[in-house]
């Protein structure tokens, strides 16, 4: 089992930026593939982006060039850093570990990302 906790979301001015983090609460050094999903208001949740354990990333078409995924093993940590964010970017994002030998998923509670002017 991991738990995860996301953070870093808040109320941001269009074009601004936000770094959010995600603690698992034991290793993931070679053992999981992460990624972040957002859900709006009646929407369906969707993948913004991941990585795998290898460190290979991708991303949704629509945050390309803005939106960057990366991990610090050594921390437990994922982080994803938004920028030039659009209204349409807001979203509760919740963070997704993968265990790769069993395929089990884990998701966080997730983090309220509001962009408004």
């Known amino acids: 089992q991991v738990q995860l906790v996301e953070s870093g979301g808040g109320l941001v001015q269009p074009g601004g930026s936000l770094k959010l983090s995600c603690v698992a609460s034991?290793?993931?050094?070679?053992?999981?593939?992460m990624g972040w999903y957002r859900q709006a208001p009646g929407n369906q949740r969707e993948l913004v982006a991941q990585?795998?354990?290898?460190?290979?990333?991708n991303y949704a078409d629509s945050v390309i060039g803005r939106f960057t995924i990366s991990r610090d093993n050594a921390k437990n940590t994922v982080y994803l850093q938004m920028n030039s964010l659009k209204p349409e970017d807001t979203a509760v994002y919740y963070c997704?570990?993968?265990?790769?030998?069993?395929?089990?998923?884990?998701w966080g509670q997730g983090t309220q990302v509001t962009v408004s002017s």
């Open positions: 997704k570990a993968t265990n790769v030998w069993s395929a089990r998923d884990y």
């Open positions: 034991r290793s993931i050094l070679s053992s999981f593939a």
């Open positions: 990585i795998t354990s290898g460190g290979t990333t």
